[in-house]
């Protein structure tokens, strides 16, 4: 649906002429509330030309527009590579607590912390032609306004999209029950608890198209 499309659909009961403004500032709200409850696969990506350009560096950049990052970075060395193990900060200065030291360990990366927009590496890489792949959604807020030619989930979950503005547009207008009715058909009675309503739905599919079988390896115990 184009954003004018969606407009309508809303204003077929949101009724309201004046609010229109208001109301694409609702969906482009609501757009950006699914990607972050849902982490969508089509907004899911990866890079794997992340790599730092001078020995002694060993923190890069994370890419511009990251949402969330899914999984462990995975540090490249030709036909080598593996996991990096995620630390919290405090973790990380505890193994590394001054990188900046001119006689400080280089290494192969075994560790890695997310700090400040930083992806922090431990021990300070060796080489600089080590490359790093990161998985993760895309953050980036999408504006619809009128000339908008497809919004985000509209072809597949356009009732959700309308529950969710509509919880907006009427808390907006301070209709505190209408408000309420349509965020339970968005999300649920206890959204903080558990995602319900129209938005669970898109979760679930999505945990089930993203599902893997497991198994439990064997340890010879």
């Known amino acids: 649906m184009t954003g004018a499309e969606l407009l309508a659909y809303v204003k077929k ?3 309201r002429t004046d609010k229109d403004t208001e109301v694409y500032e609702a969906i482009t709200d609501t757009v950006a509330h699914i990607k972050t409850r849902v982490d969508p696969d089509a907004y899911k990506t990866l890079t794997t030309s992340l790599a730092i350009s001078t020995l002694g560096e060993y923190k890069i950049a ?3 527009a990251t949402g969330t990052i899914i999984g462990d970075v995975i540090v490249k060395d030709g036909e080598n590579s593996y996991e990096l193990v995620k630390k919290t900060k ?3 200065d505890r193994l590394y607590p001054n990188q900046d030291a001119t006689d400080a360990v280089r290494a192969m990366p075994d560790h890695w912390c997310l700090y400040g927009g930083y992806i922090y590496l431990g021990h300070n890489p060796d080489k600089t ?3 790093y792949t990161l998985n993760y959604t895309t953050g980036t807020l999408e504006t619809i306004t009128a000339s908008t030619a497809s919004v985000p989930f509209s072809a597949r979950y356009r009732e959700c999209l309308r529950a969710g503005t ?3 547009a009427f808390q907006l207008v301070e209709n505190a029950d209408l408000a309420e009715y349509w965020g339970v058909q968005f999300e649920g009675p206890q959204p903080d608890i558990e995602v319900g309503g129209l938005l669970g739905q898109i979760l679930r599919e ?3 198209n993203a599902y893997a079988p497991g ?3 064997y340890q010879d115990i």
């Open 13 to 15: 009961v949101f009724k």
């Open 90 to 92: 405090a973790e990380f």
């Open 166 to 168: 509509l919880k907006r």
């Open 62 to 64: 994370v890419p511009a």
């Open 215 to 217: 198994s439990t390896q």
């Open 206 to 208: 999505e945990r089930r």
């Open 129 to 131: 032609t080590y490359t």
